[in-house]
Every structure is written in C-alpha cells, then in structure tokens.
C-alpha cells in the first residue's frame, strides 16, 4: 500500500533538518506517541550524512483482536531515517524504513525536506510502501497500519510546531 505524508514546518528546510536530527526533539516525538520507552541514536558522517534511529515500545491497545496474539502487550517500532548532503537551496533527500521485529510488517521509502511554497516553510514529506505479510487479512493489516501511521503524523507535526516556537 503506497503512503505519502507531508507535514509542513514553520521554518526553513536547514532548521527543519536540525529540529528532526536533534536527540531531545526525537525522545520528546517518542514520548508524545505513547511510548513507555524509546532508544534514540543520531550519527552525523563527516559527508554531512546523518542517520537517526529510534527504537520504541507502544502498547498494543487499540490493536484489533485478531493481531493482540502477534503482539502481545507491546509493539517494538525501529525507525531509521538516513539523511543525505544538502543541496545547495539546503533542501534534503533521504531513506527511512520502519519494522516492527517479529511482525510481518514493514514500511520503506523516501523522506524528503523541500522548500515550501511560503516563505519560511518546509514540506516534510514521507512516500513509501507499507507491506502486511500476512495471508488472507495483509490488505485490512495493512489499511490499520496506514491509520495509525496518518494519527501519527499528525501528532509529530504538533510536536514540532510545539518544538519550533520554542515550546
């Protein structure tokens, strides 16, 4: 199931990059998604590649009954975001993946931070292929997934409006 996403930041694309590559803004994004615990890593490459990984338990309330016994009381999410170079407007293209271990599960594809349309903006934007390998229920998995993802999203872009006014 293809997914796009795009979160629109009130700051331009070098401060947007800074925001999401900063280690207390990613613990924060984890705690305010419900995580009863979350393991955050950022290395930046001498090439100015960055790559940020956060690993986070979630409840699994909310999970239909027919996925409680895959998962039992708490989901693992790793994230992986690996940011390239900047292009000379400061612009960023990237990869991220999430899994989720031991669930049939996983999502891949490009992130990109692009110059918005109004100054001072910048469209965080996520398009990838979610994938539920599980016969007979991958497409009904997959569009509970995709809900979940859309109720993140939202609250990550909260998150950073919050974090960006200094909040």
Known sequence: ????????????????????TDHAYQVRRCER?????????????PDGTTTVTTQRHLPSDGIPDMAKGLVGPRLLVVETVRW????????????????????????????HLRRGSEPQ???????GDLEARVPLLGRRVE???????????????????EWLAGG
């Open 1 to 20: 199931m293809r997914i796009t996403e795009t979160i629109r930041h009130p700051a331009d694309p070098q401060r947007t990059f800074e925001m999401l």
């Open 33 to 45: 998604s419900g995580s009863l615990d979350q393991t955050v890593h950022v290395e930046t490459a």
């Open 84 to 111: 390239g170079s900047p292009d000379a407007d400061g612009e960023r293209e990237g990869a991220m993946s999430l899994e989720m271990p031991g669930l049939p599960i996983t999502f891949t594809g490009g992130i």
């Open 121 to 127: 903006v910048t469209d965080h934007v996520v398009d």
């Open 143 to 161: 569009a509970m997934v995709a809900e979940r993802m859309r109720e993140v999203v939202q609250l990550e872009e909260r998150v950073a409006r």
